[in-house]
Nanobody
Framework: VQLQASGGGLVQAGGSLRLSCVAS????????MAWFRQAPGKEREFVAA????????VYADSVKGRFTISRDYAKSTGYLQMNSLKPEDSAVYYC??????????????????WGQGTLVTVSS
């Protein structure tokens, strides 16, 4: 499986962006896709995750109510809609995928495949 993330950019605080992650290769409806982010000098942190079949979505507390993870299974594309962006949301955002779901969905080491990252910069 190869992942290609896109959609990052520069936006003012309060604005919105939608990130996309196209998965090529075999993807099962029971697989999990997640978004992580990493700001300069900080560790990679969990943002959101979902099962490809749409049965479950989970969010970090810091983005709950502002970000929405979704997918178009037919297009093998996952999305992260980001609204009410804050300067502290600035980071490189990575999409990741694993075979099957895990209760440790927020741990980066649980994911087998990673996209190249897309930069999001939120100005104040």
């Amino acid at each position: 499986v190869q992942l290609q993330a896109s959609g990052g950019g520069l936006v003012q605080a309060g604005g919105s962006l939608r990130l996309s992650c196209v998965a090529s290769g075999r993807t099962s409806s029971n697989d999990a896709m997640a978004w992580f982010r990493q700001a300069p000098g900080k560790e990679r942190e969990f943002v959101a995750a979902m099962r490809w079949n749409g049965a479950r979505t989970v969010y970090a507390d810091s983005v709950k109510g502002r970000f929405t993870i979704s997918r178009d299974y037919a297009k093998s594309t996952g999305y992260l809609q980001m609204n009410s962006l804050k300067p502290e949301d600035s980071a490189v955002y990575y999409c990741a995928q694993r075979t099957g779901w895990t209760i440790a969905y927020s741990q980066s080491y649980e994911y087998h495949y990673w996209g190249q990252g897309t930069l999001v910069t939120v100005s104040s």
